[in-house]
Antibody, heavy 123, light 107 residues
Framework: QVQLQESGPGLVKPSQTLSLTCTVSGGSVNSGPYYWSWIRQPAGKELQWIGRVYTSGTTRYNPSLESRVTISIDPSRNQFSLRLSAVTAADTAVYFC???????????????WGQGSLVTVSS | DIQMTQSPSSLSASVGDRVTITCRASHNITKYLNWYQQKPGRAPKALIYTTSNLQSGVPSRFKGIGSGTDFTLTISSLQPEDFATYYCQQSDRIPLTFGGGTRVDIK
């Protein structure tokens, strides 16, 4: 059974960089075909896709966040990570890591999710 | 960005009811539409992918249909564990986007 677990600071000051790591167990980030993704959800609001990384390190980001986001992968630790710079209160949210299945015919969906990590941006 | 609009935003239903949720995309997404269920304080759970494919372990009372811009999720006979919020999500184009959610409450 694949499990994902987010870790990182729960409180970040405005203008600083939010850093989260997702540790994968029960499977390998080197296996495929999967994209390893970050998604966030402000309290009481809808989900927002942040970006994804492939095993090769290739990334795609949400254009609305692209200038501030970096997602990386570390197969040696079976982890992938999120960095979001210059944060503001609007970045306060629960951050989820998730595995996206690359299906046949160009279909994609997330099949395994972490439990979520609340990050609050406040001084 | 492709905008995903769900309706209704909330509904009240009883155990055993048939429930239908609709999702409309602002552009043609052919068949690339997924549905997720989320309970309070939990991560979303995949229900249906690519319009009509049931995720492993999901009961057959969940059914998805549609194409192009209009999609529906139907729960044929609502069970106590189905009270949750449901989200549609398009995987046709970057950025991947979600609907605003439909909350299903107990009547």
């Amino acid at each position: 059974q694949v499990q994902l677990q987010e870790s990182g600071p729960g409180l970040v000051k405005p203008s600083q960089t939010l850093s989260l790591t997702c540790t994968v167990s029960g499977g390998s980030v080197n296996s495929g075909p999967y994209y390893w993704s970050w998604i966030r959800q402000p309290a009481g609001k809808e989900l927002q896709w942040i970006g994804r990384v492939y095993t090769s390190g290739t990334t795609r980001y949400n254009p609305s966040l692209e200038s501030r986001v970096t997602i990386s992968i570390d197969p040696s630790r079976n982890q992938f990570s999120l960095r979001l710079s210059a944060v503001t209160a609007a970045d306060t949210a629960v951050y989820f890591c998730a595995r996206m299945v690359i299906g046949g015919g160009g279909s994609f969906h997330w099949d395994y999710w972490g439990q979520g990590s609340l990050v609050t941006v406040s001084s | 960005d492709i905008q995903m609009t769900q309706s209704p935003s909330s509904l009240s239903a009883s155990v055993g009811d048939r429930v239908t949720i609709t999702c409309r995309a602002s552009h043609n997404i052919t068949k690339y539409l997924n549905w997720y269920q989320q309970k309070p304080g939990r991560a979303p759970k995949a229900l249906i992918y690519t319009t009509s494919n049931l995720q492993s372990g999901v009961p057959s009372r969940f059914k998805g249909i549609g194409s192009g811009t209009d999609f529906t999720l139907t729960i044929s006979s609502l069970q106590p564990e189905d009270f949750a919020t449901y989200y549609c999500q398009q995987s046709d184009r970057i950025p991947l986007t979600f609907g605003g959610g439909t909350r299903v409450d107990i009547k």
